[in-house]
């Protein structure tokens, strides 16, 4: 009997020690997975991070943006920081990617870990980790995020422009660039809140005010009256004036965004798009009545799906020297 017991403890013991397993274990991926080798690389990334953050609050958009950037194109693999070389014209050569900023911060975080451990924390984390802590540094929630991507070796300027979604996009076409990388119609919802910091460049919205069909008109979904103030801004051919996403709050991580969407005031035709689906357009609504927001939580939740697509892990891929170069 005694025995019998014991045994049962322990197999209980052993399911709850696999469950645990399991369940920080994502695509992967596993909370922690620098706690031997380099155990304070999180910490190190946040105090090289908030040294750039703390004098220029808008590069955490830029930040964000990039981890987005690196996980829709073959996956977060930090191919989106390779510099073009010869003939081989790169991901951060292609258009979507002329707008990302704060390659600089990245080099420094990294080299802040080389100092420590040297070859032991992946761009691909550093991605992850900087994305992180740039939404926690505006404003925004925290969540932990599951470590241990590999780097690519192979980055390529033209999947840029076929696998990020275009400004332009409507909701049929962002449905399916969500589901090509596993992603759902509710990350879609949550993750477009991003667009709560940053800016976009005129250039990006000049054909949703002035040519939207090819017509010389004015994109229908858009605000007439916010579409009159956002033209006097961005005059045609003007490329480096910039709009704020989240008019008024734009470097903080809030969930305005919604409010100004379910306004028909979103800035690109992308995030007006959210209105034309059942599912998201919920979303945009419930998240934009003043209480009871879950954005925060959620935006945690479809954050650490976002950072497992197509993950290399274990002997794949390598860990970068410098996150430009392949080694
Ligand atoms: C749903 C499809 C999406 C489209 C079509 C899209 C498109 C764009 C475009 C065109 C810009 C402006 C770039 C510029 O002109 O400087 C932008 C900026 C930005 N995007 Fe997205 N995006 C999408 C999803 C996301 C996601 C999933 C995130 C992150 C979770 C994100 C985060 C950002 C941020 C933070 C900025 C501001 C960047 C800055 O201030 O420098 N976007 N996006
Ligand atoms: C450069 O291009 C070749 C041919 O497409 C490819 O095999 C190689 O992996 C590319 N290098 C990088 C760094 O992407
Ligand atoms: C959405 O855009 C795609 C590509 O531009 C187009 O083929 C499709 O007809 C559009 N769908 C709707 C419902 O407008
Ligand atoms: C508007 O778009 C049409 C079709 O794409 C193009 O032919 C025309 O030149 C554009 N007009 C302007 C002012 O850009
Ligand atoms: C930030 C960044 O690296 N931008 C690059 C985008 O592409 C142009 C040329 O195609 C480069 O000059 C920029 O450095």
């Known amino acids: 009997m005694a025995i019998q017991k014991i045994f049962s403890v322990l ?7 696999f469950l645990l ?24 990334v946040h105090q090289a991070l908030y040294r750039y953050i703390s004098r220029d609050r808008t590069l955490a958009a830029s930040l964000l943006r990039m981890h987005f950037h690196d996980c829709f194109i073959r996956g977060c ?36 870990l080389e100092k420590k451990c040297p070859g032991v924390v992946s761009c691909a984390d550093v991605l992850a980790l900087v994305a ?20 690519g070796r192979v980055s390529i300027a033209n999947e840029a422009l076929f696998n990020l979604p275009p400004p332009f996009a409507n909701i049929t076409v962002l449905k399916q ?3 090509g990388v596993g992603l759902s119609v509710k990350d879609l919802a949550v993750l477009s809140g991003g667009h709560t910091i940053g800016i976009g460049h005129c250039t990006t919205i000049s054909d949703r005010l002035y040519n939207f069909t090819g017509k010389g008109d004015t994109d229908p979904a858009l605000d007439p009256r916010y579409a009159a103030q956002l033209k006097k801004k961005c005059k045609p ?10 008019p008024g709050s734009f470097k903080s991580f809030d969930e305005d965004y919604y409010t100004v969407v379910a306004k028909r005031r979103g800035l ?10 059942a599912e998201t357009r919920d979303y945009v609504k419930l998240q934009s009545r003043t209480q009871g927001s879950t954005f925060a939580q959620d935006f945690a939740e479809s954050m650490v799906k976002m950072g497992n697509i197509g993950v290399l892990t274990g002997k794949q891929g390598e860990i970068r020297k410098r996150c430009a170069f392949v080694n």
């Open 237 to 246: 051919g003007n490329s480096n004036t910039v709009a704020e996403m989240d």
């Open 11 to 17: 197999f209980l013991q052993l399911v709850f020690a």
């Open 132 to 151: 992180r802590d740039s939404v926690l540094m505006v404003g925004g929630p925290h969540w932990d995020v599951p470590t241990g991507r590999r780097d």
């Open 268 to 277: 690109f035709h992308s995030d007006a798009a959210l209105l034309d689906d």
């Open 177 to 179: 660039q969500f589901a």
């Open 77 to 112: 693999d930090a191919s989106v920081l390779i510099s073009s070389a010869g003939k081989n014209q790169t991901e951060k050569d292609a258009i979507p990617n002329k707008t990302l900023r704060g390659f600089n911060v990245i080099d420094a975080v990294k080299s802040a």
């Open 21 to 44: 397993v399991e369940l920080t274990n994502a695509g992967g991926l596993q909370l922690g997975f620098y706690q031997r080798t380099c155990p304070d690389a999180e910490l190190i």
